[in-house]
């Protein structure tokens, strides 16, 4: 017999910790409600039992599993304060309050708490109550947080324990419910936990899309600011790209042909960025010489070289804080790309003549037209200094293939009636048809001086026609005039037929930018993404005249 006990209280205790186990692994409150009484249940033996959850207010039980299925129901309450006072005639509440087991042998025999209303639950359910325990559920930190009410127990051979027995029974029961109220307790601030982050991450949502709202009206309103003006999905995409990439502190690289606007996308950039209080500095690493572009970057001390009689500070102690913008940098010299990465490297910028380096917090973005790429299979960029400013490409796109000619000429055309002062009335269908149908090799910048030149030509309050746009738009043009260099005709026939074609090509464009600019050589010269005096050194070695018929507008020697 006593081995029996024995055996029967080892077999409870292994069930205990397998059941324990389960419950802390129990994510589900329902799920974890119902394994606690189930278990309750089959290890006292008790043919019925409900869970008690003490309910958000405090003020009253909530039955959250009940054993079997069948008179008390999931949902049912029993208030804890009926007509304002606790309840201390109901078992159940009395352990709510006081955080001590009640225990009762027979309902129908019973003295204490009210009798007569269990009596009346007993015959509303069909019930005969016999053993009857209500443990609380009570963690770490002694707080109740519910009943764990079992009922209806008996022996193993069926018959009704007694008082002895079930006050054997509640210390394992009680042993019980003080783990059920620790994992209850838990799966609750798991539940509250979870809430919180879920509430964390709708607000996390909801900055996100503020902030990207905030940011694409930043971009939107520096777009504006900068004057690029757009209908244009390829370029909505290009304001997503900067509106993503402004806030960072990471280079930018600028691709596209001459004239797309880079330094204008570069000046965005900074606009919508932290830095937009900080200066902006534009450097053409075409533009200056070696030695000259060196000295103008990193700055020099006095005597550091003939000539320099002061100290002088470089672009980069210039734009500390704010962003230099670096165009044309595919045609920095090998030399300086070294140097300028160092910087990049480092953060610090000594000066030409200077021992000692500067810290220098500078956003560099750069541009280009040509194939970055294919110059350092060339050896002609470095390849190191190619991926440390390309960390975030931004490619534009030509503007034939953009679609928004007409609002870009609308506009630019009130920035030039604005600037001459002169009224004009707009842009006939012919002429916008002309425009569309034009390439535009010289993208935004062709069209913007396509379109001075016709404010200028046309009358007083009309309307820009076709016969106000360069010859070689409408088809007008006459033959471009030629005259072959001295050394095209020393080669003469021996010379390859390709670059004759080249050559050919080259001075067909040239005269072709020229008649677009009206002759101005140094606008000439930016449409095509070259020097004003590499453009002379062409037209002399080229020998080219006039760009269109005699008496039309874009003679060479202009500009």
């Known amino acids: 017999m006593e081995s029996d006990c024995h055996d029967d209280a080892h077999a409870h205790a292994v069930e205990l910790f397998a059941m324990v186990s389960a419950m802390a692994a129990e994510r589900d409150r329902k799920r974890l409600a119902a394994t606690c009484l189930d278990t309750a249940c089959r290890i006292s033996g008790a043919k019925r039992g409900t869970l008690w959850a003490l309910d958000a207010t405090g003020k009253n039980l909530v039955a959250v599993a009940v054993h079997p299925d069948r008179g008390t129901a999931t949902g049912d309450t029993v208030a804890l304060y009926p007509g304002g006072q606790p309840d201390m005639r109901d078992p159940r509440c009395w352990t709510a309050f006081t955080g001590r087991a009640a225990i009762i042998e027979d309902v129908a025999r019973m003295h204490g708490f009210g009798r007569d209303a269990l009596l009346r639950r007993d015959h509303a359910h069909g019930w005969r109550t016999r053993g009857l325990i209500a443990c609380p559920l009570r963690g770490n930190d002694d707080v109740t947080v519910g009943v764990l009410e079992v009922a209806d127990l008996d022996d193993a051979r069926g018959h009704p324990l007694d008082l002895a027995a079930l006050q054997a029974l509640e210390r394992l029961i009680g042993a019980f419910a003080y783990q059920a109220a620790i994992a209850i307790a838990t799966s609750a601030l798991i539940a509250r936990n979870q809430a919180l982050v879920e509430e964390l991450e709708a607000l996390n949502e909801r900055l996100r899309r503020e902030n990207t709202r905030l940011k694409q009206q930043t971009v939107s309103v520096a777009s504006r600011a900068e004057g690029l003006i757009t209908a244009s ?103 300086l790309q070294a140097k300028l990465l160092r910087v990049l490297q480092d953060g610090e910028v000594r000066p030409l003549g200077a021992t000692e380096a500067r810290r220098c917090d500078v956003r560099i973005v750069a541009a280009t037209h040509v194939d970055l790429r ?10 190191d200094l190619f991926y440390r400013i390309s960390v975030f490409p931004i490619l534009l796109p ?26 004009v009335a707009g842009i006939s269908d012919a002429a916008l048809a002309v425009l569309q149908r034009h390439s535009f090799p010289g993208n935004v910048r062709e069209l913007m001086n396509v379109i001075e030149r016709a404010v200028i030509l046309c009358r007083p309050g009309g309307m820009i026609e076709p016969d106000n746009l360069p010859p070689d738009l409408t088809g007008t043009a006459g033959p471009v005039r030629i005259a072959a260099p001295q050394t095209v005709a020393v080669e003469g026939d021996d010379a390859p037929a390709l670059r004759q074609t080249v050559r050919r090509y080259e001075a067909e464009r040239i005269a072709q930018a020229l008649a677009a600019n009206g002759g101005n ?10 020097s004003r005096r590499s453009l002379q050194e062409k037209i002399a070695r080229y020998g080219l005249g006039r760009t269109g018929p005699a008496g039309e507008p874009g003679s060479v020697a202009g500009g």
């Open 233 to 335: 999905p390829a370029m909505e995409r290009v304001l997503d790209l900067i509106g993503k990439v402004a806030d960072s502190a990471v280079p930018v690289l600028v691709l596209g042909e001459t004239g797309t606007g880079k330094e204008v996308v570069s000046r965005l950039v900074h606009a919508a960025s932290p830095r937009r209080d900080h200066p902006f500095v534009a450097q053409n690493c075409a533009a200056l010489p070696a030695d000259l572009l060196e000295s103008e970057l990193f700055g020099h001390r006095k005597g550091a070289f003939t000539g320099a009689l002061a100290d002088k500070k470089g672009l980069f102690e210039v734009a500390d804080g704010g962003t230099l913008f670096l165009d044309e940098i595919g045609d920095m010299p090998l030399a």
């Open 374 to 383: 294919g110059r350092v299979a060339e050896g002609r960029f470095r390849e």
């Open 398 to 423: 030509p503007l034939r293939d953009r679609g928004d000619v007409p609002v870009l000429a609308r506009h630019f055309l009130e920035r030039a009636a604005e600037r001459h002062q002169k009224s």
């Open 521 to 530: 050589r140094t606008r000439a010269a930016e449409m095509l993404g070259m």
